[in-house]
């Protein structure tokens, strides 16, 4: 069983920037895949950005390319998400999440094991 804790959430205006940090309890996140999704109010979850633990491979939505980053600190066994030049459209809950293969996934279904979820506003 693993279990994921996010922080890093929070108020910003358009422009600002933001890092998510997720950490796992319960075993490393090794040999997995490790994802960010949002979810804004009356719409689907959706995927943001993922890593693949090793070797490092990661993959964007495409509406966040080039604005936000997803990285692995291997000694702390936590994965960022950098979140630059935010727009309203970003606002959503971020969710940290677990895929158990070491192949990308990118749809929620995929992934084994979730975050409680923390809010990202972006006022214009």
């Known amino acids: 069983q693993v279990q994921l804790v996010e922080s890093g959430g929070g108020l910003v205006q358009a422009g600002d920037s933001l890092r998510l940090s997720c950490a796992p309890s319960?075993?490393?996140?090794?040999?997995?895949?490790v994802g960010w999704f949002r979810q804004a109010p009356g719409k689907e979850r959706a995927f943001v950005a993922s890593?693949?633990?090793?070797?490092?491979?990661?993959y964007y939505a495409d509406s966040v390319k080039g604005r936000f980053t997803i990285a692995r600190d291997i000694a702390k066994n936590t994965v960022s998400l950098q979140m630059n030049s935010l727009k309203p459209e970003d606002t959503a809950v971020y969710y940290c999440?677990?895929?158990?293969?070491?192949?990308?996934?990118?749809?929620?279904?995929?992934?084994?094991?979730w975050g409680q979820g923390t809010q990202v506003t972006v006022s214009s």
């Open positions: 319960g075993r490393a996140f090794g040999g997995y895949v």
């Open positions: 999440a677990v895929a158990r293969t070491y192949v990308n996934r990118l749809r929620p279904g995929d992934y084994n094991y």
């Open positions: 890593i693949v633990w090793s070797p490092g491979n990661t």
